[in-house]
């Protein structure tokens, strides 16, 4: 059951009339600063009248949500201060970045990380200048803005990166300020649940507040335009206690804001304390907060007669004629000099000693916290050797086994080794996906009602570390806000709803790409590992649905830098990969691995070998060395993912048989993105090693597990394009037994064998006979299929004979 919240450990204080003046004049540096950066390229501190030429060519509106984010983020630092918390900020508002900045620069981060934006009139121009700028930072909260690990740029994902960033960080409190339009978005909605996977002994606590301004771009919000009784119901539905904060009076506002804020923080601290003494760890009521300010508050009420203040032309550009229209230069100058910044700034541009007082010291700044930069709290996870978990063989192709269940043996002593900093997170399919092996050591968080009956074999605890929901958004914000903070994990998913997520890969590809590249004071965090099982060629029953691997032509687009795609074929290659992925810093590591059985191909020392190099030749598969002097091989079958190899190596066997002085190269790929140009990707292959490997002019017959024209679209730099064939899905599905799925998208041996037989010249009419018996084969597989419902023995077991 749910529980009450706690009574607070202390009484909420009152607001002195001194304190409310300070506070509101701190709120008015920062609207004035957010202004500033919004419109002004110089005269920073108005030291003259405004001209058309102090004024940004490039008028944005993105004033809507900066005041309400300021005014949360300076009461966070009232109650930093106070009980000394240790508290980050989450903006989740759209274009919300002027709100943060202004606070983050008036509390001196900023100017510690970027000297040139000083604390003085120069600094302050080129802070203004800089925003949405060509050449300088971005509108949302980007990667350079010190204190952030959330940027916005689209919505949705506040909530589930602010619960990510406190599990397992028993004293962070993270303030969330989630836009009302935001709040519209699928992910964001499911990510309210993530207060059912709270621990109290071991996470720390979230603050939700609700932006509820009443509009989004050009249109009411849904929840603005809902009764409050209803707008309760919904967040008490969801297991909160909501304390609405309403108003538009700055003073009136600030005390209400500051006593529920303080109610709100007490309570968490007191339910936390209750929990870590007692040992009673049932999940609590948390408190949130519905913040109910005009959109756009403190701004023009009105433009060329148009309401503005309060409304949705307040997010656009409701004054954009500045360098044409003196009324609307004169209302831009009238709006930031009502701010009154001569009492809040001295001559030099500096903040006045007195307004300064009132942020928080060092690390406690909200911008300054080493949690938003979580590189710095980064510790590497203790590593088991993952050769002690190999699969061993007598020989190539004759041994099958469960690919990811070898990996959830390695993934189990992980996590007993490292209990406080590596998660498991996916929906629904831990066990689905073989990784069962982790509940040895951890169950399933579970913060909901138990049952008697979830005792027989539902994995639940409270105290569990696997993470389980049917939400991939909220799953992979909770896994990007963990890694951000310091943290390891694991995200593992059916391949073919893995497009759930594509905008959100997206944007934390985009986010990873910037941090590399131009925010060097951001320390490297854990790569984001992400296991796509559950393969388009393993769904017997599922069918059509199920069957989709184009996530990885969406990885493929991604900056070169930060995106790297494995193909383990065998058990002891995904370990190889595993432990390197584990390892790795400021990537996003995608690994496919079937978890169905499969043939086991190299031994532990080859599989190290050959995942090092991430592209090789099988020489036990091939026979173009046999000899003082290697023989060119006639044709290169080569192969990528776990059945296009297995179907490629069947196909190699017949034409060993069928052809005995065909001479065959096979080529086995793990890592994809070696089949780019060296200049085009940090892992592409020469032009010299590409040529070796493939010759300059034999046919090959790639065998690819996702869509064909992909590689394609990767090696088309290569020499002799029209000689590279690729088999791979098309779209061609239905409930189909494996080998049946395969035949209909012609990466089966039989079709194989055919290309092969079309496109070597040496073998032309000859190999009519075997063509045929090809041909044949392909029509009796199929009927076998629909007569039995599987496929025959010999194809389903078939393993390797030389």
Known sequence: MVQAITQPIATPSELTEAEVRSMDAYWRACNYLAVGMIYLRNNPLLKQPLRPEHVKYRLLGHWGASPALSFTYIHCNRLIKKYDLDMIFMAGPGHGAPGVLGPVYLEGTYSEFYPDKSEDLAGMGRFFKQFSFPGHIGSHVTPETPGSIHEGGELGYSLSHAYGAVLDNPELIVACVVGDGEAETGPLATAWHSNKFINLARDGAVLPVLNLNGYKIANPTILARISVEELECLFRGYGYTPYIVEGSDPAEMHRKMAAVMEECILSIKAVQREARISGNIERPRWPMIVLRTPKGWTGPQEVDGHKVEGFWRSHQVPMGGMHSNPEHLRLLEEWMRSYRPEELFDDHGTLIPELRALTPAGDRRMGANPHANGGLLRRALKMPAFQDYGIEMSRPGTVEFENTKVLGFLMR????DNPHNFRLMGPDETASNRLQAVYEVTKKVWMADLYPEDLDGSQLSRDGRVMEMLSEH??????????????????????????????MFNQHAKWLDVCKNHVPWRRPVSSLNILLSSLVWRQDHNGFSHQDP???DLVTNKSPEV??????PDANCLLSVADHCFRSVDYINVIVADKQSHLQYLPMEDAVKHCTKGIGIWDWASNDDCGLEPDMPDVVMACCGDIPTKESLAATAILREEFPQLKVRFINVVDLFKLMSAGEHPHGLSDWDFNSLFTTDKPVIFNFHGYPWLIHKLVYRRANQERIHVRGYKERGNINTPLELAINNQIDRFNLVIDVIDRVPKLGSAAAYVKERMKNKIIECVAYAHTHGTDAEDMTHWTWPY
Do not use: C, K, N
């Open 413 to 416: 002593d992980i996590m007993r």
């Open 474 to 503: 909220t799953l992979q914000g909770w896994l990007e806000g963990y890694l951000l903070t310091g943290r390891h994990g694991l995200f593992h998913t059916y391949e073919a709803f893995a497009h759930v997520v594509s905008s």
């Open 550 to 552: 184009g996530y990885i």
């Open 563 to 568: 995106v790297r795609l494995y193909f383990p």
